[in-house]
Structure formats: C-alpha cells, structure tokens
C-alpha cells in the first residue's frame, strides 16, 4: 500500500499518467503488489498502526496547585505562606497493570497545640516553631491479575526542610523543634 495525492492533476489523463509512473517505481524498487490509498487516509492508517503497537497509553489523573498561609495575630511574628504544585501520572499498559508517577511539593504548618502546649509538663512550648516543607516524589506499580489478588510495589523520597522533631533539652523536658534537613525514604 503506497500513500498519494488525492489528485495529481485536474486533469484526469494526467492524474493517471502520474500514478501509473509511481506504480512502475514502486514495481523497480521491489514491490509485487501495489495498491494506492490518497495520503490522508494514508497518514491516518500509519498513524493507527503505529498506536495499536505501542498500547502504553499515559494520562494526567491529577494536576493541582495549592496555596497554604498563615498569618499571625502577635506583631511580631512573621506571616508564612507555602506552595504546593502536584502532578500525578499514570499508565494503562494492559488489563490489570497499572503504573503510577507523581511529585509534590507540600508545606505543613504546626498546629497551636504543638507550639504552646506544655505536655503535662514534659514539654517545654515553642511559639518560634515553623513550617516543614517537602518535595516529594512517588512511584507504584500495581497487578491484579484475579479480583481476589493484587500485587502493590510502593516507593516513595522526600527531601524535607523544617521537618518538626522532638527534641531532648538539658533540663530533661523535650521541646519540639524544626531540623534543618531530612531525607525521607519508604518501599513497600
């Protein structure tokens, strides 16, 4: 099957004087059998082809961007605001096998009880205690081959700044605090 223009010529003689050229050099370089098809249709058979070949087929499931602020009552404390852009991907290659891809970048702010509570008097409050913010990004790979089974394969990397941990004081209270950096790693 050889793609062609629709018309050659306007003039029909001519259009077929044209195709019957391209038949003989189709027939010189080797092909028995040639049968046209105008390129149009050409083009969208090719294009069909080639996509039952490659079944892959990817899709955005979610796209989102969140914005988290916080804005303080004491003068002189400073207001915070964090970003959050998401993007999750995902890919169908056959019945049953699903492949998933996303990156985040998330921001939590603490709540007031982790900055003023005192513990019942094991803690010692932080009002100073800022955000943490991460980047994120994860990947899964899921089969089911039968209803009654399925088969998960996580992982997941976070590179944290701010991370609130729990710190140890000299006086013996502890005191949550923010790090400076943390990787976080998980496989399951």
Known sequence: MLGRPARFSADPKVD??????????????????????????????????RRSRWPVRWRTVQAAFQVDAEVPLASDAKPAAG?????????????GLVFTASGARTTRFPSLRERFSEGMGFREPNPSLGPESAWTATVEGRWTPSESLELLLFG????????????TLSTGLTQLQ?????????VA
């Open 83 to 95: 970003l959050g852009p998401r993007l999750t991907l995902q890919a169908r290659p056959r019945s």
């Open 178 to 186: 923010n790090l400076e950096r943390a990787q976080l790693r998980s």
């Open 156 to 167: 997941s990397h976070s590179e944290v700044s701010g991370l609130i941990n729990t710190v």
């Open 16 to 49: 077929a004087f044209a195709e019957e050229r391209l038949r003989k050099a189709a027939e010189v370089s080797g092909f028995t059998s040639v049968r046209f098809v105008i390129e149009p249709i050409a083009a969208a058979l090719a294009y069909e082809a």
